[in-house]
Each structure stands twice: as structure tokens, then as C-alpha cells.
């Protein structure tokens, strides 16, 4: 068995898009519509994937506590800097719990926690 994907319910596909591919680098693998007001897109940069899914009927999102997506970032403070080249808000915080392992926490564009580490 391996792991395929990760779901995330969007309020705005075009802001979510731009958020993962120019932030993480992840790229578009499949884009279609699944219904009358419903948007599915596959981006990944590997065999695991992100679904972003972003249903008109269900316009609120609630991204939950206790959830978080991590990404490996060559240097965290490059990463702080494209962030906030890009308009979005992160305190910067670089965190090390333990000797070999460094991140801070920003958010995308509907809340859910992104980790970027180093180590």
C-alpha cells in the first residue's frame, strides 16, 4: 500500500493555485470539473499528491484543528522571504525542536497550517 493524497476543501481554487505552486513549487497533474458548480485540481511533484476541491454548494471551510500539510524547504529563510514577497503573512517564528530539525508555520490562503522544514 502507499499513500496516494491529501484532500483540502477551497473557497478559491485561483488563490489556493497560486499559493501552492508558487510557494511550494507543487505543479498542476489534473484539473476537471465535477459537477455544476464543483472544481477538482491534482498538484504534486512526486507519486503523493494534493487534492484541492472547491465546491460551490458548500461554501464554508473549516480547516481544522490538529491539521497540517509539511513541505522540505532548502532554506527557511528564503522561504519567509518568498512568502512575504507574495502578500502572505507568516510571524517568521523558525522553531527547532531538537538539533537536526528547524521550521516555522504559515498559513494558505483558507487557513490550513503549512510547516516548511529544514533537516
Known sequence: MKFCHVTLSVKDMEASLRFYQDITGLEVKRRFTAGPDTEITF???GNTELELIRDGAHNGVDPGKGISLGFAAGSLEDTIA???EKGYETDGAIISP?????FFIARD???YIVQFVKG
Open 98 to 102: 531538537n538539533p537536526h530539525v528547524s
Open 109 to 111: 490562503p483558507d487557513g
Open 82 to 84: 518568498l512568502l512575504r
Open 43 to 45: 498538484l504534486g511533484s
